[in-house]
């Protein structure tokens, strides 16, 4: 698998999420302003691939600081853990980077260390979050494959891949734990407009992999499932109020109606760092609205007519009653939701699948 971010020498290096598939290219960012503009553009995306970026670019930011003292070396890190957030609102994995770095610098003013052992102490932090989100998207593909029967024909909307993370996936993760376990995983991948995650990012996944995929346009997904072609669901999220209300890539909350509509199982696969206790539901995330050349676009050509209005929310949030589970590095979540994730946060014990498995700090 491909590395989706990491460091090289002095930067920060990350496969082109804008070219794929047609193009492998890799883009270096020598500095944080770099990695912030690489975020925007959607070089790198994915709720936990943004945070795992953000952190790496605040420690790349810092390393390159020529602050001689602490007090301006603290100025700098806050103006760069600012440019960082600044970047996307939606996905809550940002600000939780960004918010565990800003600890890692307190704890090591507090233990009075040198500007070179806070540089230190921040690209060991980063790593530190990079490293556990791979861990987490294997662990949440352990649990979550125990919901996928032996023959599954599952549905897909957006990238939640190796591409979206540090590494394996969140709802990519399950699909790819369960055909490891030597399941008949057949793949159904909404094409995703207006940026076509699913048709470029996770039908290149799979099918690098070697599972079954299937591209089907978002308006097929109504008729797939009444005809009788899916199984279950399975995606990802961007925020997870506390009430369980999911805010993910726009059409899921559609994807979510039809599965109920249809009696089909509607999972979500997430690290903790994307649930957020703080928000009590779906109504207080806020929603990006990207630039609305995506929607007018393809490439280079126009698809609608100068005049028109556009909008581009880039997500949606679907309310909780339409979530069968939701399935994260420590366990799996049921409703009410309220209660089960409130457990999860606080670290309760899990079913025996989560006994081996590393947990990374309560939020
Ligand atoms: O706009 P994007 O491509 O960053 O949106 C990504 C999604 O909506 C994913 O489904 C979500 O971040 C989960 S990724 C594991």
Redesign the pocket.
């Known amino acids: 698998m491909l590395p989706t971010i990491e460091w090289k020498d002095d930067a920060v290096v990350m496969i082109d999420q804008r070219k794929l598939p047609g193009r492998e290219i890799y883009v270096s960012c020598a500095t944080a302003g770099e990695v912030a503009r690489a975020i925007k553009t959607?070089v790198i995306?994915?709720?936990?691939?943004?945070g795992v970026a953000a952190a790496m670019g605040i420690a790349l930011g810092m390393r390159r600081s020529k602050a001689t003292g602490t007090k301006q070396f603290a100025t700098e890190f806050q103006r760069t853990c600012d440019l960082l957030a600044a970047t996307?609102p939606t996905?809550v994995n940002l600000f939780w980077a960004v918010e565990r770095m800003k600890h890692a610098f307190a704890a090591a003013a507090h233990d009075g260390c040198s500007v070179d052992e806070i540089k230190q102490r921040l690209e060991t932090e980063a790593r530190g979050i990079h490293d556990a989100d791979v861990e987490s998207c294997r662990a949440i593909g352990a649990f979550g494959a125990s919901l996928v029967p032996r023959d599954s024909r599952i549905l897909t909307?957006?990238?939640?891949?190796a591409l979206?993370?540090a590494g394996y996936?969140?709802?990519l993760g399950v699909i790819r734990a369960a055909a490891e376990q030597g399941k008949q995983i057949t793949v159904l991948a909404d094409e995703t407009r207006p940026?076509l995650?699913g048709a470029r990012l996770t039908a290149w996944e799979l099918v690098k992999d070697g599972i079954d995929t299937t591209v089907i346009t978002d308006n097929m997904t109504a008729s797939m499932m009444r005809l009788g072609h899916v199984d279950l669901v399975v995606?990802?999220?961007?925020r997870i109020a506390a009430n369980g209300d999911v805010a993910?890539?726009i059409g899921?909350y559609g994807v979510a109606v039809l599965a109920r509509e249809h009696g089909i199982p509607f999972y979500v696969?997430?690290p903790m760092s994307?649930i957020d206790l703080s928000t009590p539901d779906g109504s207080h995330i806020p929603i990006?609205e990207?630039p609305i050349r995506e929607v007018t676009h393809v490439g280079t050509s126009r698809l609608t007519p100068e005049g028109a209005r556009i909008r581009n929310p880039?997500?949606d949030v679907t309310p909780a009653k339409f979530v069968t589970a939701i399935v994260t590095e420590r366990g799996i979540a049921r409703p009410p939701f309220q209660e089960s994730l409130e457990r999860l946060a606080a670290g309760s014990p899990q079913p025996a699948a989560s006994a081996s498995l590393p947990l990374p700090a309560a939020r």
């Open positions: 959607m995306r994915g709720a936990p691939a943004i996307r996905a909307h957006c990238n939640a891949g979206a993370t996936g969140t709802a940026f995650q995606v990802g999220a961007d993910n890539k899921t696969a997430a994307t990006e990207r880039a997500f």
